[in-house]
């Protein structure tokens, strides 16, 4: 496989275990916006742990883990005490100061950023992202996953069936912070380099933006956020040269034209994140829609029909 | 003496904070909303205004503008940008499910509406820092050995005008009323004859009025613009509110000042990387602790969006 596909494998799998990091705390109803923060630790844990121990990828990958995990709930019990736009806030505010704090410790570099110096190839990103995806979808099966969508609809009649809101979202949010660490380690591995710039608020907001536009009620909402938004640019990268060539002929110029910039991937989510919200807030891929696209449920409509009239 | 000089520079940072967070406020402390456009509109004022005195109007229509000129027509322009935003992210907001997310719903369009705004201008002019030309009457003036440029008083007076202006006409106008009472209950003030609907543009376009302001305020001030500008001072204004207390003006002014003060502080004792860790650890602890904020009411935005 050539390097620019293994390269787009590795995104997509870090990108995937990030939107199921986002995912848990959101399907518990609490907007996290700082997940570069918690991503960030898992980086530099890995990072910090290989390149000041040379321990190799199997120790360090757990302990960003644990770290992630450990932090974010220690940090649930009081972020938790806020809601709704405080606690957008809270993570928001948690995020930068984590990015403060690596960015002002002289042992993790500063600004200048680690290497690390055990790689890992795009394999291991990959089988973590089936791995992860098999056990958000496995979790959300459960009775665990159930009152996690209780809580999300409606906390207070939750509350009264005798379920710990608090408690399911604590662990949300935990289980969501050790995902974010395990995507942080493999980032760190595969690519080598960490550097705060990577994990900056805007990371946050792309990440939260994929989960919500994919969908919250259903595990299959960011797994298709998340790999919608990678492949969209990668497939503009093809098209939108061609675009800018054939309007530009078509205003009768010719000649090199500049290639167009990111940018507009960026732009593009914005639109479309404008339009979800607007037509379908829930997301693209809802509990209903996953209902009607299952097998056998036409059939049982005829039965059912067949009954009736018979 | 160094102090009080900075803790005057930290005032001054501080009105443009000020002007921002009270934007900010005003929206959520009416509306509960938290707009996060208003980082973009900011910028795009400080860029037009530059692109207008460097440029002119696009397409060749004109020559560079002189500034004053150009500085108004930012206004107008973030004004016009601001009334779009409202069309696309609180008209369209509707109650269907009542579950926990689903006060997100113009936040998150608002979200969208940054990363158009922000990355149209990048398209357009490139991610480069700009250099604004200085403004004719930018002098110096010395107040017994404390320095004060002019164009910082002028933003700080702008500041404290608009802010007091705001605040009479919250208080004692018609339009005025009309927003208390939809800030208190929408659907009571709509059964008693408040006209939802003219009045929610209003407050999008005072927002853009603020944030034009603060923009070329900020663009003469520091003589700099990029389309980087807004994520900085909106992150601070946004702390400064929340210090403050949600949907407080008089809140909103005292937040912003002490983040002004605290970030000057911060650069005069330790230096200036460490100014994120103290922003933002005073805003985790004001959540902690105080998440009212210093001069909020309790119920605003409290469990809700």
Redesign the interface.
Known sequence: MSGYWTGILTILSINIIMAYAVFLP?A????NLGGAGFQALGAYTAAFLSAAFGLNAWVTIPAAMAVGGLVSMAIAF??L??????L???T???A??I???I??TDALG??MGLSVPDFLDYHVPLIAAVLVTLFVFYLMATRFGLTMRA?????VVTDLLGVSVRGVRVAAFSLGGALAGLAGALYAHTFSFVDIQSFN?SLS?YV??YV?LGG?QTAFGPLFGAAFFTLLPEGLRVVMPELKTFIAAAFHQSGPLSPP?E??R??I??????LM??FR??GLITRSLIERLKPGRRTKRLDVAQEVSA | MLLIQQVLNGVMLGSVYVTVAVAFTLT?GVL?F?NFTIPTLFMLSGMAAWALTKWGIPFGLSQALPWPLALAAAVVMTIVASLIVER??FR?MKT??????????????S??????I???I??GYGTDAQRMAAVSWDTTVNLGGLLLRAPQLISLCVALVIVSGLNWVLKHSRIGRGLRAIAENPDAANILGVDSRRLVPVIFMLTGLLCGLAGILFAINYGEVSPQMG?DIG?KA??GM?IGG?GSIWGAVLGGLIIGITEMMTIHFFGA?????A???L??VA??VR?QGLLGHHSI?????
């Open positions: 959101v518990t109803g609490q907007l009081p972020l005490r806020t809601k709704g736009v405080y957008v806030l809270a928001f505010a948690l930068e100061v990015a403060g704090v960015l002002n500063g600004a809580a999300h609809d409606d906390d608020a907001i939260l933006l919500l919250t910039d940018s507009w960026f732009v989510l914005g639109v479309l994140t404008v919200m607007a807030p829930e | 959520i509960n938290l696309f992210t369209y269907k499910y009542g579950d926990a997310t689903e006060h997100a719903i113009p936040l998150v369009s979200l969208g509406f940054l990363l158009i922000e990355n149209l990048r398209i994520e992150s946004i702390a929340v949600l990387d460490t100014v994120q860790v922003v933002w650890g805003l985790l959540l902690f998440p935005g409290k469990g809700k969006l």
